[in-house]
């Protein structure tokens, strides 16, 4: 040993575990500023400098830093050289897990920040999954798009509340923080086979091990059966799961939980579990899984359509004929395109992995600190499953590392609760990056089959898909995400003739689950990448034929049901989508990089557009309560951060409706102690729901401010204005906000009437066809938003999401081995975007105001993503004149589509 | 991870010796494959004894005109030496064509060339792989070969590749691994060291249990050697292992190629020296067709995958379009 270590500049005087990797080292001693995203030196949020050198420290003995001088974010010295605060200034985080990481890498950069390679290199170990890298290029690069003033009205790009917290890495996440004394650790046994029925299960070696507290597997755990999805209504998804299952429905199911003093413990006892299993067929392919034998025999009451052929749900209908559709398109001298689509398993992979903590609290209320987007409905369920009354549960969030819906589940929270209340100890399960990636949900992997037929001016006159998603060994989010998949991808266009076939099977695969789109991304790849063929058949510009094609206000939105059977509460708030065709038409015709030369390089041009309902359909509660207090308002939800934003937007909102400073509002959500009732983060509801309820909130105060003070300077209330200071009325005379305190008011939103957005991207693409290579030249995307509350903030989501659409058309996908097992089990073997693969967006507004959301404002979160994987399939289309069917579009596959067409080596 | 324990040696004579004194001992140099390995269960050592100060961290001239890499110059400093980038390019970037900064930082020269396969079945050890266990069979030959080998492979045998870009590098300029075992110290020529599967497809190396790489030697560059680069041909821009990657070191005199290493990567268990291809070039004229045909003759040899999730014969094309269009680029002085 050569002396402590010192951590940002203070000795820390502790001796490592052999093996223990500095990251663990160092989080145990109280250095959050340093994340754990995976464990492999994949990801970067670990990074810290040592000596001045940034390393993983995920891959760093703890034992080698003796003596060296450990630099965290928390510790990065001040100075013109200090990489935080441009950080903070352009906006260059959404959730922020990847933050410390990245500040610490950027702080140890050589060279010029402005060189693209070199920026790109510099950051080539660290992963950000929100943000699309852009704003982090304009970090490095010194640019502000934040708003610095103290305005913050709607329509400014008002920093996240948060901002000068992550930038330092100490803004708390689920696992940060001090620890409960005696936190103990859960480690899962999880299943060696595809499908298989558990025979035996021998704990006793386990228990017997020093500092195993407990073996929890489904002798002695609830029976119960629910679903890991959760929503308003519980009943939207099929009860087939239990927490612990005595038949296994995929490899990587978990088997058995072992509760130990620590990890190493729990770890320990996990390997001294003793299982036997009986084999049972495994069924790993959709297509055939309907003649399957039963994957939930005897689930008759679990609200499954048919269990008998391993159908969870199931739609058949349509309006119109189909064949008459086609016949008339043939008869009138028009074109039909009939083709198959074949769309990936991706996975959400939030940098922050799944987990919780839980603990009894003084009053022996059970509490679970989670990372999830719906704590109230994990609240409710989790009360179910355990048989105690809702109240005596409380779950609540810390900031959640990103979800983009993977965490609308409760995936964990059942085991860490039944293991506080086992073990009588505060309990924590921190997934790691291998479980998050071999066993929580993917996207549904879908077959889309598509007949669309138009005369030739470019009416529709059949449009109909046959769509066959993967569902995976549970239902979770199986309906929903078919459901809601085939319908504004179908909804978005006019014509008389519709139908949709579809059906969610049941395999023995990792189960699927929701994902940013939400099954729109998979059938609009199949639809939009048939109608570009039609488009080539008629002759027409594909924006033109959208131009044509598209619904208009005043017409029923139909997916496939008639609209006089099935009224909804869909409407036409506004209508932005010929606005988005012009922009990025005209946008794409300008600038882009050039064309690499060569005589094996083809380049072309595509585009897609989609729509989505700003609102999940059925009811989406939200509440919110805002109180003066002290001058400062204090507001209160339900909704979660979770890097969508929605803790800069509704401290906006509030500061708008109150004629306040931003730094004037405090928030406190994500915790079912804030408000009643919140139905949570998903679907696109932060701002439309959630930021309704808190606008409504915030206008009864100030209603309610303007009253007392107006009754106090005996003038009427509507001449009383508030400003940050107080209430003033027309003459002059102000009451203080100080002499107001304890007003307060309330708000609520019920999800309905709702509104649509559309989206629309266009790419230009490079294709070599001697390698397959697709290189983007050129990024468009434009977004009809309504009214943009924070532009930077909205910027920040369409990039994230055309990003992971970039992701899923070219390299992303969980793949599995023929015993149903996943062989991408980490990060270097599933390939998130990085730094360098993802080229630059022009974003696009177009400029509307909505009738239903709050101050105009439409939701733009899930949907930027909808449209880019078939853009970039179209611009292949066009450039090389091969078809891709198949998702991703990796090299080899088109390398492959190259050779059979016979193009240039 | 299974409990082990950890020595700290001052002098390299002792890790030899504590390595040679437990048959379950580890060398630990950067630690990046290792603690990785560790954590994921590949390797279940019994101790961990650390070589970090017992490996130079210079970069010497030798009196030949070469240099001499101490094992544990960490990957990022080779990479940024300024003799190194001059003399032989294409070692400065097969470095930069690899990992990220923070894993450069810590990897050690002779730590990379020792990296075990990144082949998803040897990783994890719940599935059979017969470089783990030499009683198990290959997962891969019926799986995920997309990554595997066309070269050297043995009928049903191991089909990894070996993952590192800088020991492709080194077979091209014929560096010479300096190693310290318990018999003495060695020398043995870098295209000698990696192994090809054969009936033992656990040993990556000729090396021996305790034998502890000290240096790498970098022989006097020739005027091929200072017109080399590294070319590596991957699934996207940004951090991925190499599908296929060629070193490529070539000199043209007359419109003649008077001198030619070619040195590839991702093709077989080994980084493997394009002999064949190198003869038929030699004073042959510096063209297109010529090329062409002198990296078909070493694929002549070529076994590609054809598994069922995805084979490998698209390496085949994708190797000699790497090839040829490298050869292409250094004959017109652009690669």
């Known amino acids: 040993m050569t002396g402590p270590t010192t951590v940002d500049g203070v000795p820390l005087d502790a001796t490592p575990r052999p093996g223990q990797c500095l990251r663990t080292w160092l989080r145990e001693h109280g250095h959050h500023a340093v994340k754990r995203g995976c464990d492999a030196g994949d990801c970067g949020a670990c990074t810290v400098l040592v000596d001045g050198a940034a390393v993983h420290s995920c891959l760093y003995p703890a034992v080698r830093a003796a003596g060296a001088a450990v630099t965290t974010a928390a510790g990065l010295p001040e100075g013109p050289d200090d990489p935080r605060p441009r950080f903070a200034a352009a906006a260059g985080f959404q959730c922020g897990f990847c933050t410390a990481g990245m500040v610490t890498t950027a702080a140890a950069a050589p060279g010029p920040p402005s060189d693209p390679t070199a920026r790109g290199r510099a950051l080539q170990g660290n992963l950000c999954r929100c943000t699309g890298y852009r704003s982090i290029a304009d970090a490095l690069d010194g640019r502000a798009t934040v708003d610095a003033g103290p305005a913050g009205a709607v329509g400014d790009s008002v920093p996240a509340p948060a901002a000068e917290r992550i930038v330092r890495g100490a803004e708390p996440y689920t696992f940060d923080g001090e620890a409960p004394p005696g936190l103990a650790h859960l480690v899962v046994v999880r299943s060696p086979h595809a499908h298989a029925r558990i025979t035996r299960i021998d704990t006793r070696a386990a228990v017997a091990l020093p500092g195993v507290l407990a073996v929890l597997t489904h002798e002695n755990t609830p029976s119960v059966l629910f679903s890991t999805a959760r929503h308003e209504s519980r009943l939207d998804d099929p009860d087939d799961t239990r927490v612990l299952d005595d038949v296994v429905r995929f490899h990587g199911q978990k088997v058995a939980a072992v509760v130990g003093t620590d990890l190493a413990a729990a770890e320990a006892g996990a390997r001294a579990v003793v299982v036997d299993y009986e084999p049972l067929p495994a069924v790993l392919d959709a297509e055939t899984a309907r003649a399957a034998p039963p994957i939930h025999d005897g689930k008759t009451a679990s609200r499954i359509a048919d269990p008998a052929r391993n159908v969870v749900a199931a739609l058949h209908e349509g309006v119109g004929s189909i064949d008459a559709g086609v016949a008339e398109a043939r008869a009138a001298g028009g074109a039909v395109v009939t083709g198959t689509w074949r769309t990936g398993r991706v996975s959400p992979a939030s940098l922050e992995t799944h987990g919780s903590r839980a603990w009894l609290d003084d009053d022996g209320r059970l509490v679970v600190r989670s990372s999830t987007q719906v704590p109230f409905l994990v609240r409710d369920e989790l009360a179910r499953v355990l048989g105690r009354p809702p109240e005596s549960v409380r779950v609540l969030t810390a900031r959640v590392g990103g979800g983009f819906g993977s965490k609308q589940e409760m995936l964990t929270e059942d085991l860490t609760a039944l293991a506080t209340l086992v073990t009588g100890r505060p309990v924590q399960w921190e997934l790691t990056r291998t479980e998050s990636l071999t066993a929580t949900p993917t996207r549904h992997p879908m077959r889309v089959a598509v007949t669309v037929a138009a005369r030739p001016d470019g009416t529709l006159t059949a449009l109909a898909i046959d769509v066959l998603s993967d569902a995976g060994a549970y239902g979770n989010h199986s309906p929903g995400v078919m459901f809601h998949g085939c319908h504004e991808s179908m909804a978005l266009y006019r014509c008389a003739n519709k139908r949709v076939d579809a059906e969610a099977v049941y395999t023995t695969t990792p189960p699927s689950g929701a994902f940013r789109g939400y099954g729109l991304g998979q059938v609009q790849f199949g639809i939009e990448s048939a109608l570009d063929d039609l488009a080539r058949e008629l002759g027409l510009d594909p924006f033109e034929l959208r131009r044509r094609a598209v619904v208009r206000p005043g017409d029923p939105f139909v997916a496939s049901a008639d609209p006089a059977d099935h009224p909804d509460d869909l409407a036409f708030g506004s209508y932005g989508l010929p606005e988005c065709l012009d922009l990025a038409q005209a946008a794409l015709a300008r600038d882009g990089d050039p064309a690499p030369t060569g005589p094996t390089w083809r380049v072309g041009e595509g585009m897609a557009s989609t729509m989505i309902a700003t609102i999940p359909p059925r009811g989406h509660r939200a509440q919110a309560v805002v109180a003066l207090d002290a001058g400062r308002y204090r507001v209160r939800v339900g909704t979660a951060e979770f890097g969508n934003g929605t803790a800069t937007v509704h401290t906006q909102i509030a500061a708008s409706a109150l004629g306040a400073r931003p730094d004037q509002v405090e928030l406190h959500g994500g915790d079912t102690d804030a408000v009643d009732v919140d139905t949570g983060a998903f679907g696109s509801t932060g701002t439309v729901v959630a930021g309704t309820a808190v606008a409504r909130a915030a206008e009864a105060l100030a209603g309610e401010l303007r009253d007392k003070a107006a009754a106090r300077l005996g003038v009427a209330p509507a001449d009383c204005t508030l400003g940050p200071d107080g209430v003033t009325a027309a003459d002059g005379r102000r009451v203080d906000l100080a002499d107001l305190s304890g007003a307060r008011g309330e708000g609520a939103h019920g999800g309905s009437p709702r509104s649509v957005a559309f989206n629309v991207h266009a790419v230009r693409v490079a294709v070599d066809t001697a390698t397959g290579e697709v290189r983007i030249l050129r990024s468009v995307h434009a977004a009809d938003a309504g009214v943009v509350i924070n532009p930077q903030q909205c910027r920040g989501q369409v990039e994230g999401g055309v990003a992971q659409g970039i992701g899923t058309a070219l390299y992303e996908e969980i793949r599995l081995d023929d015993a149903g097992r996943v062989t991408t089990r980490v990060l270097r073997d599933y390939h998130l975007p990085q730094f360098a693969d993802v080229p630059r967006t022009e974003v696009l507004f177009a400029d509307t105001v909505d009738a239903l959301g709050p101050f105009g404002a439409k939701s733009m979160s899930e949907s930027p993503y909808n449209p880019v994987a078939p853009a970039i399939a179209n611009a292949i289309r066009d450039a090389a004149g091969v078809r891709p069917r198949r998702l991703p579009m990796t090299r080899d596959r088109v390398w492959e589509l190259c050779r059979e067409a016979d193009l240039p080596e | ?335």
């Open chain 2, 1 to 335: 991870m299974k409990p082990f324990t950890y020595a700290r040696p001052s002098e390299a004579s002792e890790a030899v010796a504590a390595l040679a004194a437990d048959p379950d001992a580890r060398f630990l140099a950067g630690g990046t494959n290792l603690l990785d390995h560790l954590k994921l269960g590949v390797v279940e050592p019994s101790q961990l004894v650390d070589v970090n100060r017992v490996t130079s961290t210079a970069i010497e001239d030798l009196p030949d005109g070469g240099l001499r890499i101490g094992a544990g110059v960490p990957n990022s400093d080779l990479a940024a030496d300024p003799r190194v980038r001059e003399r032989y390019p294409a070692v400065a970037a097969a470095i930069l064509a690899g990992a990220s900064g923070q894993l450069r930082n810590m990897a050690s020269t002779g730590g990379n060339l020792l990296q075990r396969t990144r082949c998803v079945y040897f990783a994890d050890p719940t599935t059979p792989c017969t470089k783990r266990d030499l009683s198990q069979g290959c997962s891969a030959r019926e799986g995920w070969a997309r990554y595997h080998a066309i070269l050297g492979t043995a009928a049903d045998g191991c089909i990894a590749t070996h993952p590192s870009d800088l020991a492709v590098a080194l077979v091209a300029v014929d560096a010479q691994v300096q190693v310290l075992g318990p018999d003495g110290a060695r020398t043995i020529p870098i295209g000698e060291l990696h192994r090809l599967p054969g009936d033992d497809p656990t040993r990556d190396t000729v090396l021996a249990h305790g034998d502890l790489i000290t240096a790498v030697d970098l022989p006097a560059p020739t005027p091929a050697v200072r017109n080399s680069t590294y070319r590596k041909v991957r699934d996207r821009a940004s951090y991925a292992f190499a599908l296929v990657s060629a070193a490529v070191a070539l000199e043209v005199r007359d419109g003649t190629v008077a001198d030619v290493r070619i040195a590839l990567g991702g093709v077989a268990h080994k980084p493997w020296r394009a002999t064949v291809a190198e003869a038929a070039l030699r004073g042959r004229p510096a063209t297109d067709d010529e090329f062409r045909a002198a990296i078909a003759a070493e694929l002549d040899a070529a076994e590609p995958v054809r598994s069922p999730l995805g084979g490998n014969t698209f390496k085949l094309p994708l190797v000699t379009g790497t090839v040829v269009s490298t050869l292409r680029g250094l004959a017109g002085g652009t690669a």
